[in-house]
């Protein structure tokens, strides 16, 4: 049997990039998802591709939309085994200079659009004894410059993740996150030429001396996939990292 057969499970941000990757690794290995996207377009598109059960839209900002989606998916699915908790955004400039009207809405998507998204998804995950895998990041561990206020909400996605876990685990609710390195999507694409223009080392070079290569978006799913199965029955509370040894040296 494949480890997610049946399991129920609802991704934000799974329009592109790392929540479709999950999203389409997750239907692979036998689980019915539900996209979601702020992106209506690249919602329905990534479900007929990767042959979703549906699509609940929102925008994670939002927490009426956030409370209707979950209700969607749940309704969709008959319950909810699985909260990928995946949407966000970046800002690449150094910290002092980025406005405080982006570092507002950073911590609204981020942080904040995890945090109701939890609240929203968790009676149901309680009902089912299901889990949580929040998408965080090596940006929450280490500082990086031009990443200032990322990595801020990415430490604040880890920390959520660890008391959530903790307050939970009598509930047999897991919680879980995962962070990687830089992995080839749209975001990373954005980034590069910053990180370019501050260093002046060709983007490719940078990744290869510091993590040997681009991560995939399926090096990432593949992690998630984990978490999100009964193989990681006694894993709660951790942060999985990926980032080709980024954070070891
Ligand atoms: P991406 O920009 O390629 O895709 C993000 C998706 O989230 C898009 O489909 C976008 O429409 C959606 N989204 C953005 N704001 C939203 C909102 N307010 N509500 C709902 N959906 C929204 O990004 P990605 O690289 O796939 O990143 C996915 C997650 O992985 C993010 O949380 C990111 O911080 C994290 N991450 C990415 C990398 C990387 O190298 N790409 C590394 C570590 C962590």
């Given at each position: 049997m494949s480890e997610l057969q049946g399991k129920r499970v609802f991704v934000t941000g799974?329009?592109?990039?790392i929540g479709k990757a999950i999203a389409a690794l997750f239907v692979e290995r036998g689980a019915q998802v539900v996209v979601s996207d702020l992106n209506a377009d690249s919602a329905k598109q990534s479900a007929d591709e990767i042959g979703a059960a549906g699509v609940a839209n929102c925008d994670v900002t939002d927490e009426a939309q956030v409370r209707a989606a979950v209700q969607q998916a749940v309704d969709l699915l008959g319950g909810l085994d699985v909260l990928v908790n995946n949407a966000g955004i970046e800002v690449a400039s150094p910290l002092l200079q980025q406005s405080t009207e982006s570092f507002d809405k950073i911590f609204a998507v981020n942080v904040r659009g995890t945090f109701v998204t939890m609240k929203a998804a968790t009676p149901h995950l309680v009902a089912s004894q299901g889990n949580i895998v929040n998408i965080a990041s090596i940006a929450g561990i280490g500082g990086s410059p031009l990443l200032g206020s990322y990595c801020a909400t990415k430490a604040a996605v880890i920390q959520l993740t660890r008391v959530a876990a903790v307050e939970m685990r009598p509930t047999g609710v897991r919680v879980n996150a995962v962070c990687p390195g830089f992995a080839d999507t749209a975001m990373v694409e954005r980034l590069a030429p910053d990180f370019e223009a501050a260093t002046q080392v060709p983007f490719g070079d940078l990744v290869a001396a510091k993590q040997g290569r681009l991560g995939t978006s399926q090096d990432i799913a593949e992690v998630a996939a984990f978490l999100a199965?009964?193989?990681?029955?006694?894993?709660?509370g951790s942060h999985y990292v990926l980032d080709g040894g980024l954070t070891a040296s």
């Open positions: 799974s329009g592109a990039g199965s009964d193989r990681a029955a006694w894993v709660t």
